[in-house]
């Protein structure tokens, strides 16, 4: 993951990333959205913490070609700054990122309560839980896995083999292994996380699962607001559910806590998403 934050300077406002060496059919929406965040941080004027992100998904990027990420000054005065970035393969539209920068100060504060659930350290790493489903979810088995995972409930494809149903889901995440000493790439990081588990209970809601049920789903839109400094060299909760979904869209909502139960982030993906349901179903 950090090798893809590293990303390369073509000049001040453009930059190129590249793509790891496993990959999904299509760009991982979690990457192009961290690289769009990365790009646009390294062009601020002044320190000033990230408020807000906004992505709408275009196009679906081809896993073997770089991408190209094109970076628009809108605003930068003392506390403020604001950034479009345009993420773009051999001219074609992938991805446009709006990014808010805001140097805030003391006043109210309040908080929603986090779920009660187990400590990560006493959870089993995914690892574990995909032990008899190699054949059911294949691309979860393939997949780099920069971020450890510890679901705090049974995942999807657990839950449907139960033949359960899940309004919610819950996981701690963490890097895995040590990050630099750079909130550019905590942040990042944790905007990467941001793209998974998040669809997950619009599915799990229905009592189906990924490998287990034929699903389509795609990001459409997915926006983060930045409550409090990211450490994502320790465990965070990520809390998700799904309000809605109709018209094949689903909405998935979530927040990012931290040990001390403070949210420090709030996440809205749109997807669309299709069941093809099987005529034994």
């Known amino acids: 993951m950090l090798t893809l934050l590293d990303l390369s300077r073509i000049d001040t406002d453009r930059f190129t990333g590249t793509h790891p060496s496993k990959n999904p059919p299509r760009t991982f929406g979690g990457q192009l959205m961290a690289q769009s965040f990365v790009a646009s941080s390294r062009t601020l004027e002044r320190d000033l913490p990230p408020s807000a992100l906004s992505v709408h998904f275009i196009n679906g990027g081809d896993i073997d070609k770089d991408i190209e990420f094109q970076v628009i000054r809108l605003r930068d005065e003392r506390r403020f700054a604001n950034r479009r970035v345009d993420a773009y393969q051999d001219g074609r539209l992938l991805a446009s990122t709006l990014i808010c920068y805001l140097a805030g100060g003391d006043g109210l504060e309040h908080g929603i309560t986090p779920p009660e659930v187990a400590a990560p350290e006493t959870l089993p790493p995914v690892t574990d839980l995909l032990v008899g489903y190699e054949k059911t979810v294949p691309l979860f088995i393939e ?39 750079d909130p550019v790439l905590h942040t990042a990081a944790l905007v990467y ?23 389509f789903a795609a990001s ?27 018209d094949l869209r689903g909405l998935g909502t979530g927040h990012f806590f931290d040990r001390a139960g403070q949210v420090v982030a709030t996440v809205v993906q749109e997807g669309v998403v299709r069941h093809f349901p099987s005529r034994s179903r």
């Open 143 to 181: 997949a780099l896995r920069p971020i450890e995972w510890r679901y705090t409930n049974d995942p999807a494809w657990v839950m449907r083999d139960k033949g359960e149903r899940l309004e919610y889901n819950r996981v701690w995440v963490r890097a895995d292994g040590p990050m630099p000493d």
């Open 193 to 215: 996380c941001s793209d998974t588990t998040v669809l997950d209970s619009i599915i799990t809601t229905h009592g189906l699962s990924w490998g287990f049920d034929r699903i």
């Open 220 to 246: 459409a839109n997915h926006s983060l607001w930045f409550h409090r400094p990211i450490q994502f060299n320790d465990w965070l909760l990520y809390s998700t559910s799904s309000p809605v979904a109709t």
